[in-house]
Structures are given as C-alpha cells and as structure tokens.
C-alpha cells in the first residue's frame, strides 16, 4: 500500500468530523490530498486498507497514541524565527517598556500558543534578554513564557533547542545566531541556556480548558486560528480573555483579524502591525 490512497467523499467527511471534534482543525473539501500525503505511512502501519478502518480505530477505546500520531501528522508546522518581524519590533518598543513601566514587582508572564518547533517562544526570549540588556533592572521579578502546542514531536524539538543551519537561515540574522546560539560538533547549533531557561513547553489542546495556565501579559497565538470554524476560533478568544491580566495583549498573526468581540478586545495601530488589548 502507498501514501496515494483513494478516499471517499464519505470517508473525507467522516474523518474531517473526527479531526474538527479532537482538535479544532476544519479541512476544506478540496483538502483530500493532504490527508492521502500525511497519513499514507500511519495507514501503512496500522494496516488500514481505507479511511474508515482508520477512524473506526481512533475512536476505539484505548487508542489515545494512535490519536496523537494522527492529529501530528494533519497539524502544519511551519514556523520561522522572528516571523513577520512587525510583532517582535511592537514586544521590543511598545509592550516591553509598558510592561516594565506599569508590572514591576510581578513576573512578566507569555504565553506562545501553537508554538510549533519553539522559533516563536525563543524569539520572544531573545527579545526580552535584549530589552534587559538596554535596561538594567528590568523585569527583577523574573520572565517565564508559557509554549504549548498540541504536537508532542514539534514540542520534543522545541525542548531541545536544537536546529540545523537550514531551520536558523529563516528569518535568524547572523548577530543573533552568534549572541544567542553555540554551535556543536554534529554541525547543529544549539540555543543559549538564558534564552531557552525562561521557556517552558507544555502539551496542550486549544480546545481544552486553559484555567489551570494561570494569568498573561501577553498571548501570543499566530498563524493557526486560520484552521478553526469560526464558532471555535471565537470561543478560543473568549478563553484567552480569561486568562489575560488587565490591559494585557493579544498577538494574532499578519493574515488573521478579531471580530465579533468588541466587548473584550480592543483593536490597537501600531503602525505597521495591530494588536489587541484586553478590556
């Protein structure tokens, strides 16, 4: 058998149901091609002949790891480091010094949600050592950015901290690389102890609940409503407002808006690059 399976209308939206309910993510139709290159080798595996063996067996009791290696495979993990820059020039000359200004006897609280292979956590780190250098005694109390993906592989990778050259050439200047990376034998480059030691990764599934993650400054969440119905990406927002201090922020990614929440959010130019505040 080979990744190049033929699905059934039937089957695509059987398996779409199942994708939506565990994790969010609506497959348009035209989408039945994704679904044949990233499962292909799981079906292969389980020795699935079609689709509908497949979900029969992911909504079978006990079959929690098979659940995991789907919803890994369908989730698209591209990321890059300082991506979009805009956001991380707003953290760097706006929301730093306003946090440091307003927050100075509480840690300074992130949140990096669908933080994928750890670029975006990681820049926001070197940015905040950066933003220390330039102001001595900044944040005394201490930073901690949350990460959270629902992928345990991208979040292994992010633990490590560990990237080829070819990861770090996408969107890393050579300054940066130098200042916060050390090379190693293999030829990988690792992240430095200061910028990696104020991250910590954690599973986590955006349609779960996030009370127990605590209060935000910030909340980073970039480049993945675009994959939820719109019913989920708003009840998603609505928890988020949960958990943001007063005043705090909400970071959405270039292509994504906020609408139908006027009542939580308030829509801030920064000129270029918009942000929302916490009402």
Known sequence: ???SFSITPAEFREFSTFLEKSCGILLAEHK???VQSRLGKIMQQQGCTNLNELVTRLNRPGGGTLKEQVIDAMTTNETLWFRDIHPYEILRNKLLPELHAS???QKLRIWSAACSTGQEPYSISMVIDEFKQQTPGAFSSGEEILATDISSTVLDQARRGEYEMLAL???LSQDRLHKFFQSTESGSWTIAPKIKSRVRFQSMNLLGPYGALGQFD??????VLIYFSSDVKLEILRKMHRQ???GGYL???ASESLSGLSDLYKMIHCRPGIIYQAI
């Open 169 to 171: 050439g996408r969107g």
């Open 251 to 253: 970071l959405l990614g």
């Open 1 to 3: 058998m080979t990744s």
């Open 244 to 246: 943001l201090r007063p």
């Open 103 to 105: 927050s100075r006897f």
């Open 32 to 34: 039945q091609y994704l």
């Open 218 to 223: 910030l909340i980073f969440i970039r480049n």
